[in-house]
């Protein structure tokens, strides 16, 4: 075995590695051999730190130095100054794990503080490419404790006692699931992940599998065991090429060690998983399209019942759950259903990991307990609202979801009071809108995409969200009238009641929550004909104030000639030839150009 | 895999190539490591601390490099922290002095003052 002194790990996320981190990490190994250290220190790449907004993020153990932003051409510094000569380079550590002098540990970090990491535990601190990192870290210690300990039923009822919920937006009871699938009576069954994540924004699956893919491995063995099935399959996206790649290599890593295949622990249970990938299609994340779509049909959901449980996967009985409620299962084994449940509330015990974006200062990925409130997971861990902007609503759970506003942000963050107020805990996704949102282009935005990701089987999603975007439209345009906002709540409510499938039933959500809180803001769209927050560019006209010193600056700029003006004379803009592309505004050192 | 016994060794094994990352209370071995340190032969002491802890499962010990201590003339120096107790300063080391430091100091516990700076500066 080699030893080293140093570990030099390096995030491997899907953000981190956009901005660079695979360079950053060949620089560094050839870096480090150049230097003869490559004997002492170890480069790893783990998966993601959950705070992309400072990425790409690089951590030097023992000393647990948090560099973040690191560019390429600081890869020379990190080398020749820290891991040669023992300096910590101050001027690349994140500023808030450093304070008089001292290093802080990334626990200490106001982002992480307020976190509990259950599902995320490994991810930043283990390489996922390697099983036996995963496995010094309790890994496949669970699938050993019930393969040769436990009985199907034991397994079935620590999960029910610890109360675990579906993560991928549901909320059903886990345990609940694979009783009825351990009930059915089928000759095969089949265990299938459900890795299909659409939500835009959303990437708490993707990172999972990319940081911690052995977690979800094990946990679909033991889900196996318990309700009796002998194959399994992840259904996952092809967008997703990092998590797909690491989940592969993980697979014929358990598959080598014997941790998957025939005759695991020699207990006579044998497990067979397979990748199945997906073309991107949102409606397969519905587990009856998703079904459809692995049989090698078109991804078109079925009515239920019949449930997968009793016909699933080729007419078998079928357990299917999201990643990261598979994530949690060999903790609540190994720890035990009472630990478990002494996490979140009492109805929605365990934590939740959600996708942080929109206009928030640390855009990234955190996992709270249940219960924890959105102020907390907005202004403790998020950072709050850049450049001094007021905070509007925050939208839960994509396209399916709704938004809550600035009022409801004592909310604790659970199943039950979110769907309260009209939004859901949905699969995670988090986006944090502030005043210069429009909430009109918001649920406009949301309804274009699931026009485009309905399947087209049932006519009250297929016509009735295309009829709601037209309105929408037309109200952003300043062509509404009253009576459209009235047709856009009753036609909301009867695509809700009348689609066949989970998507079809929540794409209206995003409308009417916006119509429930944002009302005004419809009706100043239509009797106003104005944008409140200036986002619907055709309601409103760029004008140059007395502001203006006439430093021909906007005038050079505009891509269509629409500014007249002397120079240290006023200008004007010709609004019938102005396009309404913001780039004078972003140019002009005055501030002296507005729209409204 | 054949048992929870087996897995349960290749844990042990994985664990001591990543307990690094932890963060632990335990000794702390630091190496002076600038330029005067490198040219003076701080590196093949360093190396042995290493090779020692590892080799004796010194779980507790961390073993690592710092910047220029500041008596350049007396370098390689490798300072040891032990928690509760004053930091010891060796000065002048070498490889042999470094097995000697891991066997009395670190694990019998008895400082070795022939090798400290107060010793030297006699």
């Keep these: ?596 | 895999m054949k048992s929870l016994e087996e897995l349960k060794k290749i844990r042990q094994e994985a664990k001591k190539r990543v307990v690094l990352r932890e963060n632990r209370e335990g000794i702390r071995i630091v190496v002076g490591m600038a330029t005067c340190g490198i040219s003076a032969g701080a590196r093949p002491v360093l190396m042995t601390l290493l090779e020692e802890t590892k080799k004796r499962n010194l779980e507790d010990v961390t073993v690592n490099q710092t910047g220029c201590i500041g008596i350049c003339r007396l370098e390689p120096i490798v300072e040891v922290y032990k928690p509760g107790e004053e930091k010891v300063t060796y000065v002048d080391m070498n490889e042999e002095k470094a097995r000697n430091v891991i066997a009395e100091h670190i694990v019998n516990g008895n400082v070795i003052y022939d090798y400290t700076i107060g010793a030297y500066e006699d």
Aim: charged share 25%; hydrophobic share 35%.
């Design chain 1, 1 to 596: 075995m080699d030893i080293y002194r140093s570990h030099v790990i390096i995030c491997g996320g899907t953000g981190c590695t956009s901005s660079n981190s695979d360079k950053i990490e060949e620089k560094m190994i050839n870096n480090i051999k150049d230097k003869n250290l490559d004997k002492e220190v170890k480069v790893v790449r783990t998966g993601c730190f959950g705070l992309c907004e400072a990425g790409p993020i690089v951590v030097v153990y023992p000393e647990g130095a948090f560099y973040s932003h690191v560019k390429l051409k600081d890869v020379d510094e990190i080398v020749n100054e820290h891991l040669l000569k023992g300096r910590i380079v101050e001027r690349l550590l994140y500023k808030e794990a450093f304070s008089e002098g001292k290093l802080k540990s990334v626990n200490e970090i106001d982002f992480y503080k307020k976190q509990r990491r259950i599902v995320l535990d490994n991810c930043g601190v283990i390489n996922p490419e390697d099983i036996d990192e995963y496995i010094a870290y309790d890994g496949y210690m669970a699938l050993g404790k019930v393969l040769t300990e436990m009985r199907p039923l034991d397994v079935i009822n620590e999960i029910k006692k610890s109360g675990l919920r579906g993560r991928g937006g549901g909320g059903f009871l886990t345990g609940r699931k694979w009783e009825l699938t351990y009930n059915a009576n089928s000759d095969i069954k089949y265990v299938i992940c459900n890795a299909d994540e659409g939500d835009p924004g959303a990437f708490m699956d993707r990172s999972i599998l990319e940081g911690d893919p052995h977690a979800v491995i094990e946990a679909m063995a033991i889900a196996a065991y318990a309700v009796g099935a002998n194959n399994g399959y992840v259904y996952i996206r092809a967008e997703y090429p990092i998590a797909v790649r690491r989940l592969q290599i993980a697979i014929d890593q358990a598959k080598e060690k014997g941790l998957l295949g025939e005759n695991i622990f020699e207990t006579g249970f044998n497990f067979h998983l397979e990748i199945r990938l997906g073309a991107g299609a949102f409606v397969c994340g519905e587990e009856t399209a998703l079904i459809s779509s692995i049989e090698g049909k078109r991804g078109m959901p079925n009515n239920k019942p019949p449930y997968p449980s009793d016909k699933g996967l080729w007419n078998k009985s079928s357990l299917i759950n999201n990643v990261e409620t598979f994530a949690n299962i060999p903790k609540i084994i190994l720890k035990g259903s009472d630990w478990f449940r002494e996490i979140g509330t009492e109805k929605s015990p365990g934590t939740k990991v959600f996708a942080l974006g929109g206009k928030i200062k640390n855009t990234g990925l955190v996992e709270i307990p249940m219960g924890t409130t959105l102020r907390e997971v907005i202004y403790d861990i998020g950072g709050g609202i850049p450049n001094n902007k007021e905070f509007k609503a925050v939208q839960t759970g994509g396209p399916s979801g709704g938004c809550l506003t600035a009022d409801l942000i004592e909310t604790p963050i659970d199943f039950e009071s979110l769907s309260t107020f009209g939004s859901m805990m949905g699969s995670g996704g988090m986006i944090i809108m502030d005043e210069d949102n429009c909430m009109v282009d918001i649920a406009r935005f949301f309804i274009d995409f699931t026009v485009d990701e309905s399947c087209g089987k049932c006519t009250p999603c297929r016509e009735g969200t295309k009829r709601m975007l037209e309105i929408l439209e037309k109200i952003t345009k300043g062509k509404g009238e009253l009576e459209d906002i009235d047709n856009l709540e009753s036609l909301a409510n009867t695509i809700k009641q009348a689609s066949l499938c989970g998507l079809g039933q929540t794409a209206p959500n995003p409308v009417l929550s916006t119509l429930k809180y944002f009302r005004e803001e419809y009706e100043a769209h239509v009797i106003d004909r104005t944008c409140p927050t200036g986002t619907c560019k055709d309601l409103l006209s760029f004008y140059i104030t007395d502001e203006c010193k006439g430093c021909t600056k906007c005038s050079k700029a505009c891509p269509v000639d629409a500014i007249e003006g002397k120079v240290k004379q006023k200008h004007i803009i010709d609004r019938d030839k102005c396009i309404k592309c913001g780039e004078c505004i972003s140019q002009c050192p005055f501030d002296a150009i507005i729209k409204k």
